[in-house]
């Protein structure tokens, strides 16, 4: 396993090299060991952005990294567990049944069955990218993305599931809807801005839908 580092900007670090299992692990000591200066991480699908009060070289990235102990020993934070209700009404239900060679009714019992893992937050604020879709429903995305997809709008792409925080343009296969706001921009005006009031799910948190008429 090759660790890469590369500077980004003044006070910035980009981390590859050690798949996705070794960055949720990275992400766990950051929490409880961060390097000097640390302020913040950005996760990607398979690396992380590292981001610090005020400019670092490589060097003490490299040495932090050496000081820790193995990264595969270090515990996972398990996040939050959340249900959201979905009403399976979506546009693209009876197309992907019919690539699965399934009933819609057995699309939903499979999108239903399992416990999602928020593997990262991206695409847009508050969108987000889903582990643990049955292989059964992995398809590839529209080859031409719809000109809106409403906010709600519970989709599938590729092998991933998601959700759109927002209104917006969007190729992936949309199953359904949940009125669960994902994005609550009235708390980003508080003096002290908490994360976790202006995004419903964070990477880490585990995600189950629930069927609803």
């Known amino acids: 396993m090759e660790i890469k580092l590369k500077i980004y900007g003044e006070s910035a ?5 050690g798949g996705r299992q070794w ?17 913040e991480s950005v ?30 020993s270090i515990p996972i934070a398990t996040g939050r567990k959340i249900k959201l209700a979905v009403r399976y009404n979506g ?7 019919a690539w699965a060679g399934l009933s819609q009714s057995a699309v939903i019992d499979l999108h239903t069955a399992v416990e999602y ?17 049955d292989p059964r429903l992995h398809f590839a995305r529209r080859a031409s993305p719809r000109n ?28 359904g809807q949940t009125q669960q706001p994902l994005l609550m921009l009235q708390h980003s005006q508080a003096a002290r801005i908490d994360p ?18």
């Open 117 to 133: 893992r928020v593997r990262l937050i991206g695409f847009m604020p508050g969108f987000p990218y889903l582990d643990g879709l």
């Open 43 to 72: 996760r990607g699908h398979d690396n992380l952005l590292l981001i610090f009060n005020s400019p670092s070289g490589l060097d003490g990235i490299k040495q932090w990294l050496a000081r820790l102990p193995a990264v595969k």
């Open 13 to 17: 670090c980009f981390v590859s090299g």
């Open 23 to 39: 960055c949720d692990q990275l992400e766990a000591a950051l929490t409880t060991r961060p390097p000097s200066d640390f302020l």
């Open 148 to 175: 809106y997809i409403p906010a709600g709008s519970v989709a599938i792409g590729g092998a991933h599931a998601g959700i759109y925080s927002v209104g917006s343009p969007g190729g992936w296969h949309l199953l």
């Open 91 to 97: 546009p693209d239900l009876k197309q992907v049944a």
């Open 196 to 213: 976790a009031k202006i995004f419903a799910l964070n990477p880490g948190d585990r995600v189950r839908f629930v069927p609803v008429d």
